[in-house]
T-cell receptor, first 112, second 115 residues
Framework: DAKTTQPNSMESNEEEPVHLPCNHS???????IHWYRQLPSQGPEYVIH???SNVNNRMASLAIAEDRKSSTLILHRATLRDAAVYYC?????????????FGTGTRLTIIP | DTGVSQDPRHKITKRGQNVTFRCDPI?????LYWYRQTLGQGPEFLTY????????KSRLLSDRFSAERPKGSFSTLEIQRTEQGDSAMYLC?????????????FGPGTRLTVT
């Protein structure tokens, strides 16, 4: 499985935008970029995913570099409830490659 | 959509005992996954089912571990002769048919402590 690299931790002020980076220099053409987050004492929660184009949903935006070797998860206005570990995951789009391979993620702290 | 549920939420057992966990996926999801998470680490894949068929098993799933999904609905994960190294959070997830993107929905997990 292709690997991703994320900072171990980040801090952000409440009500400000947060940009969480992810490097994936060995990404293949069929790899989707997925983001999940895990709040304390909960199971992971899907945030967003994309292949080549930038994506937006109600939770966040995903900006994908033109060469796809990096991406950024954008939380437009952080709240205290966004404090979590954020995982950037590459998932092969070929049928049968079902599993998610988690790294250690980025622990996001929100400062009130 | 009531979400993925897992039972029990916590289990404390003595080394050498057998334990069984249950996962109820979202009702229309035909894929079900088991992961294990130890402190400070991301979840690690164990196995997954499409309906009742177990299609992939990780090398982490030793012969003391067995998972079933007998009718393609709920699933059980059994650990025989538990060891202290089995102490972890066991997470279950489910998803719809594979679409190339397909998000997985996770349950709250079962925390196992082996004493």
């Amino acid at each position: 499985d292709a690997k991703t690299t994320q900072p171990n931790s980040m801090e952000s002020n409440e009500e400000e935008p947060v940009h969480l980076p992810c490097n994936h220099s060995t990404i293949s053409g069929t790899d989707y970029i997925h983001w999940y987050r895990q709040l304390p004492s909960q199971g992971p929660e899907y945030v967003i995913h994309g292949l080549t184009s930038n994506v937006n949903n109600r939770m966040a935006s995903l900006a994908i570099a033109e060469d796809r070797k990096s991406s950024t998860l954008i939380l437009h206005r952080a709240t205290l409830r966004d404090a979590a570990v954020y995982y950037c995951i590459l998932r092969d789009g070929n049928f049968g490659n079902e599993k998610l391979t988690f790294g250690t993620g980025t622990r996001l702290t929100i400062i009130p | 959509d009531t979400g993925v549920s897992q039972d029990p939420r916590h289990k404390i057992t003595k080394r050498g005992q057998n334990v069984t966990f249950r996962c109820d996926p979202i009702s229309e999801h035909n894929r079900l996954y088991w992961y294990r998470q130890t402190l400070g680490q991301g979840p690690e894949f164990l196995t997954y089912f499409q309906n009742e068929a177990q299609l992939e098993k990780s090398r982490l799933l030793s012969d003391r571990f067995s998972a079933e999904r007998p009718k393609g609905s709920f699933s059980t994960l059994e650990i025989q002769r538990t060891e202290q190294g089995d102490s972890a959070m066991y997470l279950c997830a489910s998803s719809r048919d594979w679409t190339g993107g397909g998000e997985q929905y996770f349950g709250p997990g079962t925390r196992l402590t082996v004493t």
